[in-house]
T-cell receptor
Framework: DGGITQSPKYLFRKEGQNVTLSCEQN?????MYWYRQDPGQGLRLIYY???????QKGDIAEGYSVSREKKESFPLTVTSAQKNPTAFYLC?????????????FGQGTRLTVV | RKEVEQDPGPFNVPEGATVAFNCTYS??????FFWYRQDCRKEPKLLMS???SGNEDGRFTAQLNRASQYISLLIRDSKLSDSATYLC????????????FGTGTRLQVTL
């Protein structure tokens, strides 16, 4: 079945550590996105990528980094520079051809700093 | 002004009621519009795309008003299972650009 997979589902991080969240899709989508959601809040865009080897900062990119070496994969690294990383992280992908196209989401990763 | 704005609610309605949500957007060049549904602690899922002429899917109707820069979602005959947060999503700059989400409107349908 085609879809988008995030792992792990839950992640605990010590202060000062970098952690990497995985996002893989087999939908053959060119565009991929990372969002952060805090309790009771909407989704805020961290980074997005329209094509392999290219990505752009979103609204809250500070303290995060990404790579897009393969079409299927868009990992997000939460660095120690991110001061308040505890949140629900959502990855999405989207086709960029064929008219109006919706985004599909992974099931999310809940990151907690301990 | 936020790029996409929604009334956070909550909207508390009895089963069988009709309820409507609005969402305003600031960029007049916006091209694509969507309504997503998000259940508690889950990922958002597409409810429906919003077309210029308006569109309907069963009990759900979506409308776009470009002149006033808002989209709306109407839910008729509300069910308990409709209880969720409804997110308005706007895209501008073509299919390859970023999607901007509103903060969501929470709906609680009661007996």
């Amino acid at each position: 079945d085609g879809g988008i997979t995030q792992s792990p589902k839950y992640l605990f991080r010590k202060e000062g550590q970098n952690v990497t969240l995985s996002c893989e899709q087999n939908l053959n989508h060119d565009a991929m996105y990372w969002y952060r959601q805090d309790p009771g809040q909407g989704l805020r865009l961290i980074y997005y990528s329209q094509i392999v080897n290219d990505f752009q900062k979103g609204d809250i990119a500070e303290g995060y980094s990404v790579s897009r070496e393969k079409k299927e994969s868009f990992p997000l690294t939460v660095t120690s520079a991110q001061k308040n990383p505890t949140a629900f992280y959502l990855c999405a992908s989207r086709a960029t051809t064929g008219g109006i196209t919706e985004a599909f989401f992974g099931q999310g990763t809940r990151l907690t700093v301990v | 002004r936020k790029e996409v704005e929604q009334d956070p609610g909550p909207f508390n309605v009895p089963e069988g009621a009709t309820v409507a949500f609005n969402c305003t957007y600031s960029n007049s060049a916006s091209q694509s519009f969507f309504w997503y549904r998000q259940d508690c602690r889950k990922e958002p899922k597409l409810l429906m795309s919003v077309y210029s002429s308006g569109n309907e899917d069963g009990r759900f109707t979506a409308q776009l008003n470009r002149a006033s820069q808002y989209i709306s979602l109407l839910i008729r005959d509300s069910k308990l299972s409709d209880s969720a947060t409804y997110l308005c999503v706007v895209n501008w700059g073509g299919t390859a650009s970023k999607l901007t989400f509103g903060t969501g409107t929470r709906l609680q349908v009661t007996l």
